[in-house]
């Protein structure tokens, strides 16, 4: 089992910034894939950003890219994700995934956290 853990969620204006972290526990061995999904009330989940945690390939939406950083670090079995220019738009409750396959799209097959909210305000 693999338990996922989120943490960073807040509050920003507009402009402004947030670090999200998710750290994995549990038998991760073959946890190639991490990342990140939301949901805001009344919208489709939306995938945000993934990562390759053997090569650090990733892959963002096009809605984030530029403005959002996932990274890992191994050791710690944690994913980042590094939001700057914060938007409106981006509020949402955001999950940490993880999946030993390719991630992307596979969010309701992968192993998901709590998830951690995200409120902008303009």
């Known amino acids: 089992q693999v338990q996922l853990v989120e943490s960073g969620g807040g509050s920003a204006q507009a402009g402004g910034s947030l670090r999200l972290s998710c750290a994995a526990s549990?038998?991760?061995?073959?946890?190639?894939?991490m990342g990140w999904f939301r949901q805001a009330p009344g919208k489709e989940r939306e995938g945000v950003a993934i990562?390759?945690?053997?090569?650090?390939?990733?892959r963002y939406a096009d809605s984030v890219r530029g403005r959002v950083t996932i990274s890992r670090d191994n050791a710690k079995r944690t994913v980042y994700l590094q939001m700057n220019n914060l938007k409106p738009e981006d509020t949402a409750m955001y999950y940490c995934?993880?999946?030993?396959?390719?991630?992307?799209?596979?969010?309701?097959?992968?192993?998901r956290g709590q998830g951690t909210q995200v409120t902008v305000s303009s």
């Open positions: 995934a993880a999946h030993s396959q390719y991630l992307w799209g596979r969010w309701d097959g992968s192993t």
């Open positions: 549990g038998n991760t061995y073959n946890m190639n894939y």
């Open positions: 990562i390759d945690m053997r090569d650090g390939i990733t």
